[in-house]
C-alpha cells in the first residue's frame, strides 16, 4: 500500500506554518506498514488543488488531505472536492448537533457560517471530529481513497485516531516495522557514538539513528522485515545490548518523557515532591504536571524569582545571599532543605541559575546552573554549564533537574 | 531569484522529525523577496542526496539544504557534496579552535569523532556557526549556490541569520512583500470573520488569512507589489481598519507574545505582579519568565497544586476550600489576595481550575476555570470553560489568566 500526503493552505507552502501534519501521518502510515510515496504542498488556489488530488490519485492507493476545512472564506477543499468527484451538498443532521453543543458546552451563540460545516458532500463517509466542527470526509473512487481532513493537528489527530488508523490497517497488508527509541540525556552525541563504536557491525544498516536535540539524544532502532517475532526478537536483544552499554543515561523508551519516568519512580515509592525554582521559572513545575494524576505526588512550587521571595518563602538566609550570590551551591541547598521542610514533602528539588541574555559575569557566565536535591537520603547539589539563548537554557536547566532527582531515586 | 529546498534525513522522511527547517528557510526566504519552488526530502542514502542537489541546482539559483552533518556515521551529506563538486577535505582551524572552545566551556574532552566536523571542503566558504560544532558550508557553482547546514534548527537559523541571510538579500532583486500579523484571543474565528464581512471586498484577493489555534485567532495580511511605500500604505490602512472593527480582542502584532505584552504594560506602570497557579501547573510563570529582564516586573509565584499548599502558602481558608471547593470563585479571589498580600506585590494573578482528565462532576467538569486578578483597582473574578486534552486546557487557560491581567492593566 502506497499513500500521498497533500497539505493545502498558503500557511505551508510560504512556511507561516509547519508542516506537522504531514510528519504525524507519514509516521502514523508507517505504523501500520503504509509508505508515504509523495508529499505535495499547494496555495489556496482551486486549480491548485484539483491538480494535486489529481496527480495523488494516480500513483497511489491513499490520499491523505489536510486544511482548508475551516468556516471562513478562504477554506475551499470541500468546495473543490465536491467538483473533482462530481458529488452534491447536503445538510448532516449529526454533524450541525455536534456543532451546536460545542458552541453550547462554550456558552456561546453559533456564528451562521459554521452551519455550512455540516453540509457534507453525498458520496462521502463522515468521520467524526471530537475536537473540532469541521468532519473529515472520506470519498472512495475505483479503490482509491481521499479523505479530506481539517489542518488543525488536533483535530486531524482526533480524526485519524478515532476512526481512520483502523480503515487503513485493515486495509494495508505490508511489511512488519517495529521502532524502540532509547532516550539519553546528560551525555554528547559524539560520546553516546564512541561508547556503541563495538555494535556498529552488529547494527543492521540504517537501522540505529541518533536524534539529538538539546534535552538529550535519543537513539531510534528500526527493524523490519516479513516475521514479526523475528523483527521482536532482534530488536529486543540489540535494545538490551546498548542499555547494558550506557546504563542509567538512558531515562527512557519510545514517546516517555522524563516527568513521566520520575512521576513513576515517586508513585512507586510513594514519595511526595515540592519544587523551589528561580532561573527555569516554573518550567519544571509545568512539566512535572503534565502528567496527568501527579497531584498524587506533588504538592507544589515555589517559584521564587526575586531574592526576597528566596528568603519569605523558602527560608533562604540573607547572609547566604549576601556570601555566596543567589546563583551558588550554598543558596540551591538552601533552598531545597527549604521548600522541603516548609511545604512539608519528603523530597524538595531546587535550581538556581543565570538564563541570561543579562546577568553574567566572567565568574558566573550566563547558563551557569546549580540544582539540588533534598531528601531521606541527605541533600546533594550539582554544577552545570548550558550555552545557548534564554528558552534554551532553561529547559536544558530543567531537564537536568528533573534527571539529577532521577538519579536519586535510583540510588 | 528563486530556491529549493532540501531537508536530508530518514527521520523527516518518515516524519520522525517535523520539517521545520523547510518551513523557517521559506519564510525567510520569503522576507528578502526570494520563492521557493521546490522542496525536497530524502533519506540518508548517497545516491538521493545527489540526484537532489542535481534536481534543485537544474532548476533555482539557490539551494538551501539542511541535516546530515553530525558526527556519527550516518551523517554523509559532506561527503557526497564533496565528491559531487569534485572538491578536497582540509583541516579548518578556525573551526577545531570553535569546536574545542565548546567543550571547554562544558569542562568536557572533545571526544575524536567531533574533529571531523572541521574537515571542510577546499572550494566553500565556511559560515560560523555559533550554536553548535558543524560550521555551514557554502559552495559556488556556474553563478549558482548551494549551501550546506546542520539540521538542528538553533544552529540552521545561528547560521542563516548569522551571516547567509546578508549574502542572499544582496542577490535578490525580487518584488517587496510586507506582512503584518494582528494577533487575537478570546473570540472565536468565525466571530472574527463575521465581524469583518465588510471589509472582505476591500482585502485585496488573499490579502487576509485566518490562523486559528487554541491561544488565539492570527490574522495575517498581506500585500506585494513593486512600490515599498505603495504597500507600506496600503498595510498601514487596512491594519488600523480592522483594529478599529476588534479593538482590545487584538493584543499584539506579528511575533509579539502574551506575555511580551503583559511585561511592557507591567513596566510601563511600573507595578509588579506575583501568580498564584493551581491547574496550569506553573505554566503561567514559566511563560512570563521567558521574556528577559521579567525579573523587573515578576516577583514569582505559588504553585498550590495540592490544598494544603493553598492553605499554607496563600492562606485561603478552609473554610471556603470545604464551601466551596478548590475550583470555585471564592478560592480564585482568595489566591489572587493572597498572593498579592502575602509576597508582597502590586498585582495578584491567580488560577484554579480542572485540567482533566480525571476530577470532573457534572456541575464541575474537565476545562472548568476560574479566574482572578487583585490590585489596585480591586479584585475581578472570571469563570472559563475549556474543551480538549489536558495539556491544551492547561494552555488555553494560561493564556486566558493572562490575558485577563492584560485588560485589567488597559481599565
Chains 1, 2 share one sequence.
Do not use: W
Not at 495523488?56 to 491523505?64: F, K, M, W, Y
Not at 453540509?119 to 466542527?133: A, I, Q, R, Y
Not at 527555569?280 to 513545575?285: D, K, Q
Not at 543567589?326 to 538552601?334: G, L, P
Amino acid at each position: 500500500m502506497k499513500a500521498a500526503i497533500i497539505t493545502i493552505g498558503n500557511e505551508i507552502l510560504s512556511g507561516m506554518t509547519l508542516d506537522t501534519n504531514a510528519a504525524y501521518l507519514s509516521q502514523e502510515l508507517g505504523k501500520i506498514g503504509i509508505e508515504v510515496v509523495l508529499k505535495i504542498s499547494v496555495g489556496d488556489r482551486p486549480a491548485d488543488i484539483g491538480q494535486a488530488f489529481k496527480q495523488a490519485l494516480a500513483g497511489t492507493d491513499i490520499v491523505l488531505c489536510t486544511g482548508g476545512l475551516g468556516p471562513t472564506s478562504d477554506d475551499i477543499t470541500k468546495r473543490v472536492a465536491v467538483k473533482f468527484f462530481k458529488a452534491k451538498l447536503k445538510l448532516d443532521k449529526g454533524t450541525l448537533e455536534h456543532i451546536h453543543s460545542r458552541f453550547a458546552k462554550r456558552g456561546i451563540e453559533m456564528p451562521a457560517c459554521n452551519r455550512g460545516q455540516a453540509m457534507v458532500p453525498n458520496k462521502t463517509e463522515v468521520l467524526f471530529n471530537p475536537e473540532g466542527t469541521a468532519p473529515g470526509l472520506l470519498f472512495k473512487k475505483a479503490k482509491k481513497i481521499l479523505v479530506l481532513m481539517p489542518g488543525v493537528p488536533r483535530e486531524m489527530k482526533a480524526i485519524f485516531a478515532g476512526s481512520l488508523k483502523e480503515r487503513l490497517t485493515a486495509l494495508s497488508k505490508g511489511m512488519d516495522i517495529r521502532v524502540v527509541t532509547l532516550r539519553t540525556t546528560g551525555i554528547a552525541e559524539s560520546a553516546v557514538s564512541e561508547k556503541l563504536s563495538g555494535f556498529e557491525k552488529e547494527l543492521a544498516k540504517g537501522a540505529l539513528a541518533y536524534l539529538p536535540t538539546h534535552l538529550g539524544v535519543d537513539l531510534r532502532l528500526t527493524i523490519s522485515g516479513k516475521n514479526l517475532s523475528v523483527i521482536d526478537n532482534k530488536l529486543n536483544d540489540l535494545s538490551e545490548k546498548i542499555t547494558g552499554v550506557l546504563g542509567h543515561v538512558i531515562y527512557g523508551k519510545d514517546d516517555q518523557t522524563m516527568e513521566e519516568v520520575v512521576g513513576r519512580l515517586l508513585k512507586e515509592k510513594k514519595l511526595t515532591l515540592t519544587t523551589a525554582e528561580s532561573c527555569s521559572g516554573g518550567l519544571i513545575a509545568d512539566r512535572i504536571t503534565n502528567i496527568s494524576g501527579s497531584s498524587d505526588y506533588y504538592l507544589g512550587s515555589a517559584i521564587a524569582y526575586s531574592n526576597i521571595l528566596k528568603e519569605k518563602m523558602l527560608g533562604v538566609k540573607s547572609q547566604t545571599l549576601r556570601l555566596h550570590g543567589a546563583v551558588s551551591k550554598e543558596t540551591a541547598i538552601e533552598m531545597a532543605n527549604g521548600v522541603r521542610g516548609r511545604l512539608g514533602s519528603d523530597l524538595g528539588l531546587a535550581i538556581t541559575g543565570i538564563a541570561g541574555p543579562g546577568g553574567g559575569t566572567d565568574k558566573k557566565p550566563v547558563g551557569l546552573i546549580f540544582m539540588a536535591v533534598a531528601g531521606p537520603k541527605g541533600t546533594v547539589v550539582e554544577e552545570r554549564r548550558f550555552l545557548g539563548q534564554r528558552r534554551h537554557i532553561k529547559e536544558s536547566a530543567a531537564q537536568a533537574a528533573l534527571n539529577m532527582l532521577r538519579l536519586y531515586l535510583l540510588k
